[in-house]
C-alpha cells in the first residue's frame, strides 16, 4: 500500500478475484476479506492497471476519451485509486 500520487506507477496487485455476470462485475480482495463494485468509469480504470501505468498518463487518456479537462479527472481518479490502495488492490510504485 501506498498513497498514490500523479507521477506514481500503479497495476493491479495480485490478491484479488474477479466475477463478471451479465455485464457487471464485483471484484474481492483475498487480503482486505471486501467486496467491491464499480461503475463503468471504475471498471474502465481497473482495466487499464492490468499493466503498470503511470497514473498522469491514465488521467490524460481518460480524459480525452470522456471530452473531460484533465483536471476534473485527476482528483476523481486519485480518489478511486488510494481507495483501490487501501484495500491491497493495487500496487503503487
Known amino acids: 500500500m501506498g498513497e498514490v500520487k500523479p507521477d506514481s506507477t500503479v497495476s493491479l ?3 484479488h478475484f474477479r466475477a ?3 455485464g457487471s462485475a464485483i471484484v474481492m480482495s483475498i487480503s ?5 463494485s464499480f461503475d463503468e468509469i ?3 480504470i481497473w482495466d487499464a492497471i492490468e499493466q ?3 497514473v498522469d498518463q491514465l488521467v490524460a487518456d ?3 476519451k470522456h471530452n473531460a479537462t484533465e483536471d476534473v479527472v485527476m482528483p476523481d481518479v486519485l480518489k478511486f485509486l488510494n481507495q483501490l490502495s487501501d484495500n491491497d488492490l ?4
Open 62 to 64: 481518460l480524459a480525452e
Open 42 to 44: 471504475g471498471f474502465e
Open 20 to 22: 463478471d455476470h451479465d
Open 32 to 36: 482486505a476479506g471486501r467486496f467491491f
Open 13 to 15: 496487485a495480485n490478491n
Open 90 to 93: 493495487i500496487s503503487v510504485e
Open 52 to 54: 503498470p501505468v503511470r
